[in-house]
């Protein structure tokens, strides 16, 4: 992997990291039908992907498509479809992910995240 610590790369890294952490605080927040948690789902895996490959533009890309998963400003109308909190495998999912993500900025030697191993993310910082 290059891990290109100096300059824009850092910093750009560093703002789409921030962008993905807040866009996953807010969908921990979110009330959606069942059918839109899955694509919240869908969205958070590829995130997830995203970072274990150290790709920037996926990371924006993705974190983008989980921004529009966020629930529409209409009320429900009484019969309609119920509006649910995120289920408890999605706040793992998106738990760990901001874990990932928050551990990313350690100015001491960390930086993008490592390869995927067993399903968790390691950043530079933490591998040893």
């Known amino acids: 992997m290059n891990d290109d610590r100096a300059g824009t790369g850092d910093t750009e890294w560093r703002s789409a990291r921030d962008e993905a ?27 997830t992907a995203a970072v274990a490959a150290a790709s920037l533009d996926d990371l924006w890309q993705t974190t983008g ?46 930086g993008k995240p490592g390869p995927v191993s067993d399903g968790t993310i390691t950043t530079a910082s933490s591998r040893p």
């Open 21 to 47: 952490c807040a866009a996953l605080s807010d969908a921990l927040m979110w009330n959606l039908s069942a059918a839109r948690w899955e694509q919240v789902q869908d969205a958070v895996a590829d995130m």
């Open 65 to 110: 498509r989980l921004e529009l998963c966020s629930p529409l400003r209409v009320v429900t109308r009484l019969g309609g479809t119920p509006q649910l909190p995120a289920p408890d495998a999605i706040r793992d999912q998106i738990a760990a992910l901001i874990s990932a993500l928050a551990g990313d900025g350690d100015p001491s030697g960390g």
